[in-house]
């Protein structure tokens, strides 16, 4: 009888799985209010029936396409989207029995925001985790734009590639839902609707606490650099674990990015660094895996614009470590093709690793994707030192980006010199245009100058767009 009843029980759960199979849908990723990106080829996809003929009609264009499911019941199908607007669309696909239809969709611009919590905090201010974004409650009350939409992946590992990402669906930003969306994606967003004048989607997909390795796809990290976290993982295989940790190799790519990863988007937004700060040394690295990775999966060499992290006085063993991870994300930007990277060390809070000013996160993110993928005319960039010349007695450093020229925001700065590298001191600070020179009585003759290199930075010196100047080390060889 027990065999019997087992058999039965196998025979039920076979008939369940393939009718979930043959259920007509649409992927996770598909629902009423999305966002496709605006004049390009996207694929669709989903679940049918196996082998079942499909019919896809887009409202934009009225016209019939016929796609065939595969034999696992997924079907995938290519369609032409219109330029950007405000008009809302229908899509739908019917199989001879069913048609599913997928309302209010929009057109226009997607981002795909990535990395660890500060980028997944929201607009909602959190008081048990001390998540507090600046003029929240007025910013949400004001937030009526049903043109920026958003769908939030939901926090999920994996040790193997998964098909489908969970998610709760696109929703349209307003004062009911913008509470639950990335507060820098949301400005972001805000930003680029006011340029541009079309829809903005965002995928906000990121998971608080996690490192860089988190998101970089297995295949990448084969070599001696991820040595220790393929040890990790495999021991956590060895001892039968049923998922890895949020912190382990590749385990949010294969459930949280794979997924997407045939979703068009215009480029990627990433803010992430702060788990990975006390391993400086690897990051260039690391980094240039990620995004040669995700470029080589989308098969698009799309913009990856991202956050160098702000100022926090870190405890352990990342301790004064701060500046060599922000460092390490400054000399990636020299190596990575088409990026971009805003700098917020004057935006820090030396007692939250969140800091609450996120909306000047957000804009400048925008600014450089106005600039480098949008091709307006705005000055995007913070300054970034190009030479340091020992002169008569002081150093005499020149900017790029100073633009209309360098300024100090009040009276204190960061500016430190040596003699030998090793033992600096406060100099004294001289500005124009684009200059700064720095002297000290307590070294005559300078030869090494840093600046905000410490966890409690708070840079002061601005460019005449308002853009800050990031931690940097340099000596007179530079």
């Known amino acids: 009888m027990k065999r019997i009843y087992l058999l039965i029980m196998i025979l039920c759960g076979s ?9 007509l849908r649409f992927a996770s990723a598909f629902t009423d209010n999305l966002v496709f990106q605006q004049k390009s080829q996207v694929k669709v996809w989903g679940y049918a029936s196996p082998r079942s003929s499909l019919r896809v009609i887009a409202s934009w264009n009225e016209r019939e396409e016929i796609v065939k499911a595969d034999t696992s019941g997924k079907w995938m199908i290519e369609l032409t989207t219109p330029a950007g607007s405000y008009q809302t669309y229908e899509l739908s696909i019917a199989d001879s029995e069913q048609t599913v239809v997928l309302k209010n969709i ?19 201010n959190d008081p ?21 939409r958003f769908i939030t992946i939901q926090r999920n590992e994996s040790f193997t590639l998964l098909d489908e990402a969970i998610t709760k669906g696109w929703q349209v930003c307003s004062p009911q839902t913008v509470g639950e969306l990335s507060a820098v994606g949301y400005y972001f967003a805000c930003k680029l609707l006011s340029r541009l004048d079309v829809p903005v989607g965002l995928i906000v997909d990121a998971y608080g606490g996690s490192p860089i390795q988190s998101w970089i796809p297995s295949a990448e990290t084969l070599d001696s650099l991820y040595k220790p976290e393929r040890e990790i993982l495999q021991d ?4 039968g674990m049923q998922k890895p940790e949020y912190n382990m190799l590749s385990s949010l790519y294969n459930a949280m990015v794979y997924p997407l990863i045939d979703y068009r988007i215009r480029g990627w937004l990433w803010y992430q660094g702060e788990a990975n700060v006390g391993d400086a040394g690897r990051y260039v690295s690391m980094m240039k895996d990620l995004v040669n990775s995700w470029r080589k999966k989308w098969k698009a060499k799309l913009p990856f614009y991202y956050v160098q992290i702000a100022p926090f006085q870190y405890p352990g063993y990342q301790k004064e470590k701060w500046a060599e991870l922000a460092e390490a994300q400054f000399v990636a930007l020299q190596t990575i093709s088409n990026a971009g990277m805003v700098v917020t060390a004057d935006l820090g809070d030396s007692t939250n690793i969140h800091p609450g000013k996120k909306k000047p996160v957000g804009e400048r993110l925008a600014l450089i994707a106005l600039s480098d993928t949008y091709h307006q005319k705005i000055k995007c960039q913070s300054p970034a030192l190009k030479r340091l010349v020992l002169e008569q007695g002081k150093l005499r450093a020149e900017f790029d980006f100073a633009y209309n020229g360098l300024r100090l925001e009040g009276d204190y700065h960061e500016f ?11 100099a004294t600070v001289e500005i ?6 720095l002297s000290s009585p307590k070294v005559p003759s300078p030869c090494y100058v840093r600046y905000g290199w410490r966890d409690t930075c708070v840079s002061t010196l601005y460019n ?3 853009l800050p100047l990031g931690p940097f080390k340099a000596s007179i060889d530079i």
């Open 15 to 23: 008939c369940l799985f393939l009718q979930a199979q043959s259920h």
């Open 464 to 466: 005449s767009e308002n």
């Open 106 to 124: 929009c057109v226009g611009e997607v981002w795909f925001c990535s990395g660890q919590s500060n980028m997944e905090m929201i607009m909602r």
């Open 416 to 426: 430190e010199i040596s003699s030998d590298g090793m033992t600096y001191y406060k």
């Open 128 to 148: 048990q985790w001390r998540l507090y974004v600046d003029n929240a409650n007025e910013e949400i009350a004001a937030a009526d734009y049903p043109a920026i």
């Open 432 to 437: 124009k245009d684009s200059y700064v020179w």
């Open 236 to 239: 956590a295989v060895r001892k």
